[in-house]
């Protein structure tokens, strides 16, 4: 969306995106949302969303993003390292002050990185690689971008940095994802765990490549 759109455009497109898809998937899921880490999260991402929307008109994007993109880059590269190795996914278990100490942290990355480049899905997936199972870490990154992503778009917005418009031009835009959600959901359980850590990985570099090459 980058490629196509200004910045503060394609951040809000992808997010109103993000939001409908989110909805309609995280509901079949709600079951297995980790609401502790969910709410640690969230209480540290959104002020730093608010933050890097505020600095977002301000900051030298052209260098900005270039930066990330090789943050992103390389944690692509550890993610398809890990997906590698023969080791075996994380179990269920409680999870203890640490975690939810990193899942803060975490936020705070990934609030700082949507707010400025829309991407806030970085942080988010190393913590979850190394914490949580594969269907509790899809329902976790479900209802924490649902209510992350109102919060964005309602920041732009009311910033003055978009048109309100633009909301109702990503809903046109949700109904494509929201097949490939349903099918991304159908593969899921078919996918391995090295495969999956993989296909991630991959993304993220095109992800960086829109950033870098923009």
Not at 57 to 68: K, Q, T
Not at 85 to 109: I, N, Q, S, T, Y
Not at 128 to 140: F, H, I, W
Request: with cysteine; glycine share 12%.
């Amino acid at each position: 969306m980058s490629l196509v759109a200004p910045p503060a455009d394609a951040i809000v497109l992808v997010n109103v995106v993000d939001v409908v898809v989110g909805a309609a998937l995280g509901w079949r899921a709600r079951a297995e949302v980790p609401w502790a880490a969910v709410g640690c999260t969230l209480a540290a991402m959104i002020p730093a969303q608010l933050l890097a929307v505020r600095l977002h008109g301000s900051l030298p994007l052209d260098v900005l993003r270039p930066g990330l993109g090789v943050a992103v880059i390389l944690l692509a590269v550890w993610l398809a390292w890990q997906a590698g190795r023969d080791v075996a996914p994380p179990v269920a278990r409680p999870l203890v002050r640490r975690d939810l100490a990193l899942a803060a942290f975490a936020g705070v990355e990934g609030g700082l990185m949507s707010g400025l480049v829309g991407m806030s899905g970085p942080p988010i997936v190393a913590w979850t690689q190394r914490t949580l199972p594969p269907s509790v870490a899809r329902a976790y990154m479900l209802a924490l971008f649902v209510p992350s992503s109102v919060g964005l778009v309602v920041g732009f917005v009311a910033g003055g940095l978009v048109s309100p418009d633009l909301v109702g031009r990503g809903l046109v835009l949700a109904p494509a994802a929201l097949v490939g959600g349903a099918v991304g959901t159908a593969l899921l359980p078919r996918v391995s765990r090295r495969t999956f850590g993989r296909v991630v990985a991959a993304l993220l570099v095109v992800a960086a490549l829109g950033l870098v090459l923009r």
